[in-house]
C-alpha cells in the first residue's frame, strides 16, 4: 500500500512538473482589454480565449521557445516568440488590422467602380444603365464630377484639361486609340463594350506613378478575370445588330461580342441636320480569352473596328460645303499576366499594340495616316507586411506615325514622327495605423524624339476622422509630349506639364456616398503657335501657361426611396490658358464654369420595368467674337439635355428597350464659327454650330440565352 501512495505522488508530481501555465492579457493600442481574443500555442491545440478583462491562462506539456499567435477579427494575428517557462502574466499589445472595410483608403481624385473596389461611387454595371450614355461608358462617366460635357466631340474632357490629357488603359497597359474617327462637329465614342469590362478606375487627377504621359486624367478598365457561365446574347437594335457569346472550358474562358451599326435606315426617319452622302457604318468586334494558373491569371484582349462616313461639312469661310470622306480600321491586342510568387510578391506584366489607318478625301484632296503603337510594362510589388508595401518597374512606349497629304492635281507633302519613351516608376503604401496611410512615388521618363529626361514625383495622403468620414490629400507632378498635330512638324519641343493639388472629403455609410474634392493644377510648357491652325510652317514653341482650380461635389443614394437608386453631381470651375494661337490668357471654348447632372433608375414591380432618367445640365461656354474688341469674350446660353430609358422585362431573357435624349427638345448652341474677313459692312459673320440632331430615339430587343433561364440583360440597359 505504501509503495502504492508513493508512486502516486510521484506520478502527480511529475505530471504537475510537465504541465507549464501560460497566462497574459490582451490588450489594444490603447491599453483597453481585448474580449475573445484567440490565443494558442502554434502547432499545438494548446491555447484559450480572453476574457472580459483581456486576461488569459492555460497549460501546455510544451517546453522551451515557442511562438504564441494571438488573432481577433479587425486586429492584425501577433506571433510572439515566449520561453513558455517563464510566460506568466506578460502583456500583448495587438494592433488594428489596416485591411478591414472600415479601414482608411487613399481615395482622393479617384473614382472606382468594381466589384474589387473597397469604396466604390458607381457600379459596373451603371455605364450601361445609365438613361443617354447608350451603352457608351465616356457618356456614362460624362455624369461624374470633375468632366465637361462637350457633346459635339464625345471624349473626356477633366478638370479644364483637352480631351487628349486623359490617357485609356485596359489591365494596365495603354490604349493608344481609345476613340472612333471622327471629323470637327460630329462627336465620336469609345471603342470599348462595357460588356466585358467588370469594373474600372477613373481618376481625376494625382493618380499613381505607375501612370504617364497623362496630363489631366487616365481611365483604368479591368476585364473580367473569369466567366461565370456560358451563354450568348442577341441584340436587334434601330442602329444594327449584336451578338455576344461565352464559353469555359477547364481554367479557361473565352468571350466575344460583335455589332453592326449602319445609322442610315434611322437617318432616314429622322432627318439629321447634317448633310451626310453616306451615314456612319461600322463593324467591330472585341474578345477576351483567360487562363488560370495555380497562382496567376493571363488574359489576351482584342478589338477591332472599321468605320466610315460620308459628310458635307458647312463653313462660314466657304460658299459650298466641304465633303469629308473618311474610312477608319484599327486594331488594339493587349495580353497580360498578373501571378504571385515566393514570399508575398506579385508580377505583373502586359504588351499592347495598336494600328490606326485613316483614309481622309477632303472634297478632292487626299490624306492618309498610318500609327502603329505598343506599350511594355513590368511591375514587381512586394508586401513586406499589411501595413507596408513596395512597387516599382518600367514602361517602354513605341509610336511611329506617318502622314500623307496630296494635294488635287498638285504636291504631296509627308510628315511624321517616331518616339521611343522609358521610364521607370516606383512607390510605396504606408499604412501607419487603420486610420492614417500615405503613398509615396516617382516616375522617371526619357522621350528620345524630344531628347529629354523628366522627374515626376506623386504623394497622397489619407486620414480617417470618423468610422465613416475621411480626408484624403493628393499632390503630383505629370508631364505629357505635345500632341501628334505638333510632333509631326516639330520635333524640338519639350514635354507639357502640370501640377496638381487635391484635397477631397468622403463619407460612406449604408449605401449612401458623399465626396466633395477641391482642387489647383498649375500649367507650363504649353505649346503656343503663330498660325490659324497647326501646320508644316508654323513655329511652335513651350511658352504657354494656365491653371485650373474648382470644387466637385458627389451624392449617391442607393437606400432612402425603396427600388430607387440616384446621384448627383456638381462642378465647379475656374480656369484659363494662353496657349495655341490664343493672344491672351483666357478660358477654352470647352469649359463650361458649372455643370449639374442628376442620374435615376427605378424599378417597378407591377410593370417589369426599370425607368432610368438623366438630366445633365451646364452653364454657357465662351467664343471668340472678332466684332468685340476682347478675345474670347462670348458666352453661349446653357446647355440642358434631359434623357430617358424604359426597359421592360418581356420574359425572363427577353427585354424590349426604348429611349430619347433631349426629350424636351432644348436647341442646345455649341458655340459659333466666325467668317476669317468681315463682310462689306465691317462686320464678321457667323454660323451656329449645333448638335447634328436635337434628339435621338433607340429601340433595342435583346435576348439571352443560357443554361439557368434566368440571365438577361436588363442590367445592362
Known amino acids: 500500500m505504501k509503495t502504492i501512495y508513493t508512486l502516486a505522488l510521484f506520478l502527480i508530481a511529475f505530471a504537475s512538473n510537465a504541465q507549464q501555465i501560460v497566462s497574459g492579457t490582451i490588450l489594444d493600442e490603447k491599453s483597453k482589454p481585448i474580449v475573445g481574443a484567440n490565443i494558442f500555442i502554434d502547432g499545438t491545440y494548446d491555447g484559450t480565449s480572453s476574457d472580459e478583462n483581456g486576461n488569459f491562462k492555460f497549460t501546455t506539456s510544451v517546453k522551451g521557445n515557442q511562438i504564441l499567435v494571438i488573432s481577433f477579427l479587425t486586429y492584425e494575428t501577433l506571433k510572439a516568440p515566449i520561453d513558455v517557462a517563464t510566460c506568466q502574466n506578460k502583456s500583448f499589445k495587438l494592433k488594428e488590422s489596416v485591411n478591414t472595410l472600415d479601414a482608411v483608403i487613399v481615395t482622393a481624385g479617384t473614382f472606382d467602380a468594381g466589384e474589387k473596389a473597397r469604396v466604390s461611387v458607381l457600379k459596373p454595371l451603371d455605364i450601361v444603365t445609365t438613361a443617354g450614355a447608350m451603352g457608351d461608358i465616356v457618356s456614362a462617366l460624362m455624369t461624374l464630377p470633375g468632366t465637361q460635357t462637350v457633346a459635339e466631340d464625345g471624349r473626356l474632357f477633366v478638370r479644364g484639361g483637352e480631351a487628349d490629357e486623359t490617357q485609356t488603359f485596359v489591365d494596365g497597359i495603354r490604349v493608344a486609340q481609345p476613340y472612333g474617327a471622327t471629323t470637327a462637329n460630329v462627336p465620336t465614342r469609345g471603342r470599348f463594350s462595357p460588356f466585358l469590362f467588370s469594373g474600372m478606375s477613373f481618376s481625376t487627377g494625382g493618380y499613381s506613378a505607375e501612370y504617364g504621359e497623362a496630363l489631366s486624367s487616365v481611365l483604368l478598365l479591368n476585364t473580367q478575370d473569369e466567366a461565370t457561365e456560358e451563354k450568348t446574347d442577341i441584340s436587334l437594335m434601330t442602329v444594327g445588330l449584336g451578338l455576344a457569346n461565352t464559353q469555359k472550358w477547364g481554367n479557361n474562358s473565352l468571350s466575344f461580342n460583335t455589332a453592326y451599326i449602319n445609322l442610315e435606315p434611322y437617318q432616314k426617319v429622322f432627318p439629321q441636320r447634317a448633310d451626310w452622302n453616306k451615314p456612319f457604318q461600322s463593324f467591330s468586334g472585341e474578345a477576351v480569352y483567360r487562363h488560370s494558373f495555380t497562382n496567376g491569371m493571363f488574359k489576351l484582349y482584342a478589338a477591332f473596328d472599321a468605320s466610315q462616313f460620308d459628310i458635307n461639312s458647312e463653313s462660314i469661310n466657304n460658299p459650298d460645303k466641304i465633303r469629308v470622306d473618311l474610312d477608319n480600321n484599327n486594331f488594339y491586342l493587349n495580353s497580360s499576366y498578373k501571378g504571385n510568387f515566393g514570399s508575398q510578391w506579385q508580377l505583373f506584366t502586359g504588351l499592347s499594340y495598336?494600328?490606326?489607318?485613316?483614309?481622309?478625301?477632303?472634297?478632292?484632296?487626299?490624306?492618309?495616316?498610318?500609327?502603329?503603337?505598343?506599350?511594355?510594362?513590368?511591375?514587381?510589388?512586394?508586401?513586406?507586411?499589411?501595413?507596408?508595401?513596395?512597387?516599382?518597374?518600367?514602361?517602354?512606349?513605341?509610336?511611329?506615325?506617318?502622314?500623307?497629304?496630296?494635294?488635287?492635281?498638285?504636291?504631296?507633302?509627308?510628315?511624321?514622327?517616331?518616339?521611343?519613351?522609358?521610364?521607370?516608376?516606383?512607390?510605396?503604401?504606408?499604412?501607419?495605423?487603420?486610420?492614417?496611410?500615405?503613398?509615396?512615388?516617382?516616375?522617371?521618363?526619357?522621350?528620345?524624339?524630344?531628347?529629354?529626361?523628366?522627374?515626376?514625383?506623386?504623394?497622397?495622403?489619407?486620414?480617417?476622422?470618423?468610422?465613416?468620414?475621411?480626408?484624403?490629400?493628393?499632390?503630383?507632378?505629370?508631364?505629357?509630349?505635345?500632341?501628334?498635330?505638333?510632333?509631326?512638324?516639330?520635333?524640338?519641343?519639350?514635354?507639357?506639364?502640370?501640377?496638381?493639388?487635391?484635397?477631397?472629403?468622403?463619407?460612406?455609410?449604408?449605401?449612401?456616398?458623399?465626396?466633395?474634392?477641391?482642387?489647383?493644377?498649375?500649367?507650363?510648357?504649353?505649346?503656343?503657335?503663330?498660325?490659324?491652325?497647326?501646320q508644316f510652317d508654323t513655329n511652335f514653341s513651350n511658352t504657354g501657361t494656365g491653371y485650373a482650380r474648382g470644387l466637385d461635389i458627389f451624392w449617391r443614394d442607393n437606400k432612402t426611396i425603396k427600388n430607387v437608386e440616384y446621384w448627383v453631381s456638381y462642378s465647379f470651375i475656374d480656369t484659363q490658358r494662353n496657349y495655341k494661337n490664343y493672344s491672351a490668357e483666357v478660358t477654352p471654348s470647352f469649359v463650361a464654369n458649372h455643370s449639374l447632372s442628376v442620374v435615376s433608375k427605378w424599378w417597378i414591380n407591377k410593370l417589369k420595368s426599370q425607368l432610368s432618367v438623366t438630366n445633365s445640365f451646364t452653364t454657357g461656354r465662351p467664343y471668340?467674337?472678332?466684332?468685340?474688341?476682347?478675345?474670347?469674350?462670348?458666352?453661349?446660353?446653357?446647355?440642358?439635355?434631359?434623357?430617358?430609358?424604359?426597359?421592360?422585362?418581356?420574359?425572363?431573357?427577353?427585354?424590349?428597350?426604348?429611349?430619347?435624349?433631349?426629350?424636351?427638345?432644348?436647341?442646345?448652341?455649341?458655340?459659333?464659327?466666325?467668317?476669317?474677313?468681315?463682310?462689306?459692312?465691317?462686320?464678321?459673320n457667323r454660323r451656329t454650330i449645333r448638335p447634328t440632331a436635337d434628339q435621338f430615339f433607340f429601340v433595342g430587343f435583346f435576348w439571352t440565352i443560357s443554361e439557368n433561364k434566368k440571365d438577361n440583360q436588363l442590367d445592362n440597359l
Not at 354 to 383: A, C, M, P, T, W
Not at 639 to 658: D, E, P, R
Open 354 to 534: 495598336g494600328y490606326s489607318q485613316n483614309k481622309i478625301g477632303i472634297n478632292l484632296d487626299k490624306v492618309s495616316n498610318l500609327e502603329h503603337s505598343s506599350h511594355l510594362k513590368l511591375k514587381l510589388r512586394k508586401s513586406f507586411s499589411d501595413r507596408v508595401k513596395l512597387s516599382f518597374g518600367g514602361d517602354y512606349f513605341i509610336t511611329k506615325f506617318d502622314e500623307n497629304f496630296k494635294q488635287y492635281e498638285g504636291d504631296t507633302f509627308n510628315s511624321g514622327y517616331n518616339a521611343n519613351i522609358a521610364a521607370f516608376f516606383t512607390e510605396t503604401d504606408i499604412f501607419f495605423s487603420k486610420k492614417f496611410a500615405i503613398k509615396l512615388g516617382a516616375r522617371l521618363s526619357n522621350n528620345d524624339l524630344l531628347d529629354e529626361t523628366v522627374v515626376a514625383p506623386r504623394a497622397s495622403l489619407a486620414y480617417k476622422i470618423s468610422k465613416n468620414g475621411q480626408f484624403s490629400f493628393a499632390y503630383g507632378s505629370f508631364t505629357q509630349a505635345p500632341r501628334q498635330d505638333y510632333l509631326k512638324y516639330a520635333d524640338y519641343l519639350n514635354s507639357e506639364k502640370a501640377q496638381h493639388y487635391i484635397l477631397n472629403y468622403q463619407y460612406s455609410k449604408d449605401r449612401r456616398t458623399f465626396r466633395s474634392e477641391i482642387y489647383l493644377k498649375e500649367y507650363s510648357d504649353l505649346v503656343k503657335y503663330d498660325t490659324e491652325a497647326s
Open 624 to 684: 471668340n467674337n472678332p466684332n468685340e474688341a476682347e478675345f474670347m469674350n462670348g458666352r453661349t446660353k446653357g446647355y440642358n439635355n434631359l434623357s430617358l430609358g424604359w426597359a421592360y422585362l418581356m420574359t425572363q431573357q427577353k427585354i424590349l428597350y426604348f429611349s430619347v435624349s433631349n426629350v424636351l427638345g432644348t436647341a442646345n448652341v455649341f458655340g459659333y464659327e466666325y467668317a476669317n474677313s468681315p463682310n462689306t459692312d465691317g462686320v464678321y
